[in-house]
T-cell receptor
Framework: AQRVTQPEKLLSVFKGAPVELKCNHSYSGSPELFWYVQYSRQRLQLLLR??SRESIKGFTADLNKGETSFHLKKPFAQEEDSAMYYCALSVNAGNMLTFGGGTRLMVKP | NAGVTQTPKFRILKIGQSMTLQCTQDMNHNYMYWYRQDPGMGLKLIYYSVGAGITDKGEVPNGYNVSRSTTEDFPLRLELAAPSQTSVYFCASSSAPSTQPQHFGDGTRLSIL
């Protein structure tokens, strides 16, 4: 079974600092990759997906096929970015997601 | 804008009791999912459905059952509650395979004592 690994459970940075949340997966094919976010007292929601190649709230994520990684990056963190971030992978027609363990991002003032 | 609605939000059960976690969505999504999230862990898929009348097991189906009689509803049943089923349960739905995002409910926090 494919695995999704987020090596950091907690990442703490100061406001304005760059942020990189790491995500690695074990799937050798061409998966669909997503970043989901859960802000305090809100539902888990999609942040971005690799197929869209978009920037959402200043975040970007590039699929590095050679290293099977999909790290989430933002050049200047904001306090409102504090949340739980989950990397997820889908490889089949049922759109079943395999989630990483999550990284809590804390942005300090 | 209800989206995915889960009830109840919290529940405490005794070992051996049974209960049904309700999930309904108003987006006419064909695909629905049940996940559990244990403390400090990611979400794990319990069961999923690709349409009314069709369900299949996910990664951790033991101790649970589901049904999908309508497009809107996807209840999750615990027949004999065990302490290992203490978790937060999330229901989700999506409109199409693979590239489409899943929409999540608020979750049900379940404790088995």
């Amino acid at each position: 079974a494919q695995r999704v690994t987020q090596p950091e459970k907690l990442l703490s940075v100061f406001k304005g600092a760059p942020v990189e949340l790491k995500c690695n997966h074990s799937y050798s094919g061409s998966p669909e990759l997503f970043w989901y976010v859960q802000y305090s007292r809100q539902r888990l929601q999609l942040l971005l997906r690799h197929i869209s190649r978009e920037s959402i709230k200043g975040f970007t994520a590039d699929l590095n096929k050679g290293e099977t990684s999909f790290h989430l990056k933002k050049p200047f963190a904001q306090e409102e970015d504090s949340a739980m971030y989950y990397c997820a992978l889908s490889v089949n027609a049922g759109n079943m997601l395999t989630f990483g363990g999550g990284t809590r991002l804390m942005v300090k003032p | 804008n209800a989206g995915v609605t889960q009830t109840p939000k919290f529940r405490i059960l005794k070992i051996g009791q049974s209960m049904t976690l309700q999930c309904t969505q108003d987006m006419n999504h064909n695909y629905m999912y049940w996940y559990r999230q244990d403390p400090g862990m990611g979400l794990k898929l319990i069961y999923y459905s690709v349409g009314a009348g069709i369900t299949d097991k996910g990664e951790v189906p033991n101790g649970y059952n589901v049904s999908r009689s309508t497009t809107e509803d996807f209840p999750l049943r615990l027949e004999l509650a065990a302490p290992s089923q203490t978790s937060v349960y999330f229901c989700a739905s999506s409109s199409a395979p693979s590239t489409q995002p899943q929409h999540f409910g608020d979750g049900t926090r379940l404790s088995i004592l």
